[in-house]
């Protein structure tokens, strides 16, 4: 059994907390101890900038990774672009460059695996790789569900209904279908969630909580907007065998311009501790 952990987190929406839960779960895993790979298969390359790298300054990137196996580009491993991170978490980084690579994939037949057989050369040094994936439906999402163990989709207030997960679904059954692979979404996140619980949960502590006693009473649409999220939450809840909420808050704003994670820069933030649980859920889970 190897005892290693893939983790994808996905949504074909833009915004939903992808890639700040990817980093921040990377960052608790890694103050545990953990050898944590973090995988940026966004174009956007935002995972890469979380971490404290800039794109602009790559040689190499996971774009080379991906375009070595096909005939007349420059071998690159996985190891040759792995970069070290201030948080000490290891980094396969993204530039803007991966858009190129969707066409190339769409001209070979297995073109869902590539990821995973790539993972396959580092799995020893590491005991967690957490992918990072873009707001589409492509390959690099396909690549990231097929090479992950787990699939964590993250949500937010924007999202109206579950009917939005229509579409990864249909990818999770297309994948079962075409490649006999079982994925499923076991975890999901809310985050920035104004949902149940305490509103000033994470944000910023006595002030928050003097501003609450003086506003005035919720307004009907207030009202109504609170009870359209315990609704959806019910729902998501329904749907997924562990469900998360992370509130909103500005301090995750501010750990990504410093370029680290939120356990390595304000750990004990409402959503720092949510985050901590997340992390440690994940650990948990059968590998
Ligand atoms: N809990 C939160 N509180 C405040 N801002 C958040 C929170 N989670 C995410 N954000 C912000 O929301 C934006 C989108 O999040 P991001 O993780 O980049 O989404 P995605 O990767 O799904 O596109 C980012 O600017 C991020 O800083
Ligand atoms: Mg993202």
Redesign the pocket.
């Known amino acids: 059994m190897l005892d290693i952990t893939i983790i994808a987190f996905a949504?074909h929406?833009?915004?939903?907390?992808?890639?700040?839960?990817c980093l921040n779960v990377a960052g608790y895993l890694q103050k545990d101890g953990k050898r944590v790979l973090v995988v940026d298969c966004?174009p956007q390359a935002?995972a890469t900038t979380g971490l404290g790298i800039n794109p602009e300054t790559l040689r190499l990137s996971i774009y080379d990774v991906f375009m070595s196996i096909f005939e007349g580009f420059p071998d690159a491993t996985i190891t040759d672009v792995i970069v070290p991170t201030a948080s000490g978490i290891d980094l396969a980084p993204a530039t803007l460059d991966l858009v190129g690579v969707e066409p190339y994939l769409y001209s070979i037949d297995d073109r869902a695996g590539v990821l995973r057989e790539v993972l396959a050369q580092v799995k020893d040094a590491y005991d967690f790789i957490l992918i990072?994936t873009p707001?589409s439906m492509g390959q690099f999402v396909i690549n990231g569900l097929v090479a992950a163990d787990h699939t964590v989709v993250?949500l937010d207030s924007g999202t109206f209904a579950l009917k939005g997960m229509d579409a990864l679904s249909t990818i999770f059954g297309d994948i079962r279908e075409m490649l006999g692979e079982d994925v499923s979404a076991d975890f999901a996140i809310l985050?920035?969630?104004k949902g149940s619980g305490d509103p000033a949960a994470g944000t910023g502590g006595f002030a928050h909580f003097l501003r609450r006693i003086f506003s005035p009473a919720p307004s009907a649409d207030e009202e109504r907007e609170r009870e359209r999220l315990k609704i959806f939450e019910a729902e998501v809840r329904k749907t997924f065998k562990q469900v998360f909420t992370?509130?909103?808050?500005?301090v995750?704003?501010e750990t990504?311009q410093r370029g680290l994670p939120i356990s390595h820069y304000a750990p004990e933030s409402g959503?720092g501790k949510e985050y901590r649980a997340i992390a440690s859920a994940l650990d948990r889970l059968d590998k």
């Open positions: 949504h929406k833009g915004g939903t907390g992808k890639t700040t839960s966004d935002n990072d707001p993250t985050t920035r969630w992370v509130p909103y808050s500005p995750i704003y990504q959503a």
